[in-house]
């Protein structure tokens, strides 16, 4: 959920301050791609649902189960499949957290990571839960850029989530930014051009 509202007449000036606060080329060209006019507002009815159908279609490239009706029924992931009955960019969150979990968490409620804004079982995700609160808030942070790369890729509102998951908010937001967009390509979740990969964590951790 966003904190702070930026009204769509400000919203060139934020971006515009967002960009100039970070400090290499290469940071500056992933968020360009972020940024790009016209991905700040969600999808309409018609384009929701192609948008919807891409993302499932994510998920099952990268060998994830599909399963009806809404995480608000027990998990966004039970360990085998996904809740399909949610908007497209949870979903394309979701892969991203399928992407980052190490093996050992990979097959676990939630990935292990406790309940989410979804979870409907939020006692029984908490019971999985296998990461601790830095783990979790670093992983969570990874999954958010990623998933959002992943949504430009698909030619989605990206910039929407951005601004959802409050990357503009604070005066270190430049710095976490490029801070964890470093830990994505270190781990060769994103190449050197800022796209997305069909990369698997492998490593323990």
């Not at 100039?20 to 290469?26: E, F, M, S």
């Not at 050197?192 to 323990?204: E, F, K, V």
């Amino acid at each position: 959920m966003m904190l702070t509202t930026i009204p769509p007449h400000l919203l060139p000036r934020a971006l515009g301050a967002f960009a100039a606060a970070l400090d290499d080329p290469y940071t500056r060209r992933v968020f360009r791609r972020i940024a790009a006019p016209g991905r700040w507002r969600r999808a309409g009815k018609a384009d929701a649902a192609l948008h919807h159908r891409a993302a499932l279609g994510l998920a099952r490239k990268f060998g994830m189960s599909c399963r009806p009706g809404s995480p608000k029924r027990g998990f966004s992931w039970d360990g085998r499949a996904l809740r399909a009955g949610t908007e497209a960019y949870v979903l394309v969150h979701e892969v991203a957290h399928f992407q980052l979990a190490p093996p050992a968490r990979r097959r676990r409620i939630d990935f292990g990571l406790g309940s989410g804004p979804e979870t409907g079982d939020r006692a029984g995700a908490e019971r999985q839960r296998m990461a601790d609160e830095p783990t979790r808030e670093r992983e969570e942070a990874m999954a958010s850029l990623l998933g959002i790369l992943w949504e430009v890729e698909l030619g989605q509102p990206g910039l929407a989530s951005f601004l959802d998951q409050n990357w503009l908010e604070g005066g270190g937001a430049a710095r976490h930014f490029t801070e964890i967009l470093r830990g994505l390509r270190a781990g060769g979740f994103v190449t050197s051009a800022g796209r997305p990969t069909w990369r698997l964590r492998r490593a323990a951790g």
